[in-house]
């Protein structure tokens, strides 16, 4: 019997380069492992990153539009002109009180403001059945803006402690 692929040598070098091949296709599989650890790691930190911005756009969509706001000339300058407020609390009641064409009288109206489907936008619905807009902030002041939907036109409001509502007004 003469065979010789059953001899050591043979049989050792066969082994050897067998782990030998082994041995390189492990180096590059611990290449490709590193790198898929890379990615997934940047992946993670990224997801990260876009969860923590959506929890930051959460908490900013729920300003606190709480107190007591006074009309301004224009929504471009924002000078007091104490003839109508707003008083707005936690529960997201609104109440307006308005001085009726310089007479001297006030009257009252409650409504309910809740945020809208975009970031600062707001709707009212008052309880005359009027419904409004509303955004904030306006300009650089931080305005409050109401807009009349048929007119588009804009009331604007600041707060302002300096004015505060006419003992007349109910709230």
Request: glycine share 8%; with cysteine; net charge positive.
């Amino acid at each position: 019997m003469n065979n010789k692929l059953l001899t050591f040598p043979h049989f050792s070098k066969f082994i050897s380069l067998f782990f030998h091949k082994l041995n390189e296709k492990t180096k590059e599989n611990e290449e490709r492992m590193k790198r898929l650890g890379i990615l997934t790691g940047l992946f993670v930190i990224l997801m990260f990153a876009g969860c923590k911005e959506k929890a930051e756009d959460l908490k900013d969509s729920r300003i606190n539009l709480n107190g007591k706001w006074v009309l301004v000339a224009s929504c471009a300058d924002g000078g007091p002109t104490p003839t109508a407020w707003l008083e707005i609390t936690d529960s997201n009641t609104i109440r307006s009180c308005m001085q009726q064409g310089g007479t001297g009288t006030y009257t009252t109206l409650k409504g309910t403001i809740r945020p809208a489907d975009n970031y600062g936008n707001y709707k009212i619905d008052w309880s005359n059945g009027y419904q409004q807009n509303a955004s904030y902030p306006v300009g650089i002041l931080k305005l409050l803006s109401l807009i009349d939907p048929s007119s588009q036109s804009a009331q604007c409001y600041t707060q302002n402690p300096s004015y505060p509502p006419n003992p007349q007004c109910q709230f």
